[in-house]
C-alpha cells in the first residue's frame, strides 16, 4: 500500500498516540521523506512546512517519540503512529500533550491537564525553532 | 482562543476519537462552518474538500457522532474531538475504526481489527457520497 501524498500538496498528517495510554499527543504532517525518515530511525520525524526540511520530533528536548506500530486510514492519506514518548512531555509549553486545551462553545478555554516538566528549563533557548512558525501577515482569523 | 483556519488554507484537521474507549477513528477538515455547525448541533461536520460542502458525519449511515468535548492543540490549529459514535462503526468499509490496517515499514499491510458491521447494507448505494473522492488525475504517488 502507498501512502496518498499528493492529496496534501506532499503531505499526509500523521496523529501521534501514546501507544501505552491511548492519549493522543500531537498531530504533524510528514511528506513522503519525513516519513522514510521515521520508518529508518524508528523515532517520529514530521516535516515543518515553514521551516521547509525535517524536524525530528525531540531533536532539541530530548523529547523523541519511539515508533510502536503505524496504522494508515482506509484511503491512505493519514496515518496514526502509535509512539512511546521519551521524556515527560511532548509539548514546547511543558505538556504531555498538545491538547492540553479543552476549547468550548464560545470561544473560552480552560487547561485541563498538569504542566509535566518546566519548558524554560528544557528550551532554555526559547521556544524550539523546529516548531517555531513564521505566521503568514494576518493569518489569524 | 481563535482556531488558526489560516494554516491549511481555511482549514483545520479535525482527530476523531471515542471518548469512552480512546480510541482513535478517523481524521477528517473543518473549515469555520463546519466546526460551527459541529459546536450547535452537536454532531461531528466536516468539509469535504472534493465535493466542496458541508458533511455531516453518519447523514446517510445514521453512525453519527456525538461531540462530548473539544480539546485544541498549543498552536490552535488542529482539534481533538472526543466524540460518542452511534453505531457499530464510522469507516465505509465496515470497520469500528478507519485506522484499521497496520502499515509495515515495507509497505505492506496487514487487517488489525474485525469487520463491525457489513457495509452492502448500511451503504447500498455503494460508497458513500460524502465521503467519495474524485482524485485528481496521477495523485496516486
Chains 1, 2 share one sequence.
Not at 500500500?1 to 510528514?30: N, T
Not at 482506509?74 to 514546547?92: F, I, K, M, Q, S
Request: charged fraction near 30%; proline fraction near 5%; include cysteine.
Amino acid at each position: 500500500m502507498q501512502l496518498d501524498f499528493a492529496k496534501l500538496d506532499g503531505l499526509v498528517p500523521a496523529i501521534i498516540q501514546d501507544a501505552a495510554s491511548g492519549e493522543v499527543l500531537m498531530l504533524g504532517f510528514m511528506n513522503e521523506q519525513a516519513y522514510r525518515e521515521t520508518r529508518a530511525s524508528g523515532e517520529v520525524t514530521f516535516f515543518s512546512r515553514t521551516r521547509n526540511k525535517l524536524w525530528r520530533k525531540g531533536e532539541q528536548s530530548g523529547h523523541v517519540l519511539r515508533v510502536r506500530e503505524v496504522l494508515v486510514d482506509c484511503d491512505g492519506d493519514t496515518v496514526l503512529v502509535r509512539a512511546e514518548p521519551v521524556g515527560p512531555g511532548v509539548c514546547h509549553e511543558g505538556y504531555r500533550t498538545c491538547f492540553f486545551r479543552r476549547l468550548d462553545s464560545d470561544g473560552s478555554t480552560e487547561v485541563v491537564d498538569t504542566r509535566a516538566f518546566d519548558p524554560a528549563v528544557v528550551y532554555p533557548s526559547g521556544r524550539p525553532a523546529s516548531t517555531a512558525r513564521t505566521r503568514r501577515e494576518g493569518s489569524k482569523p
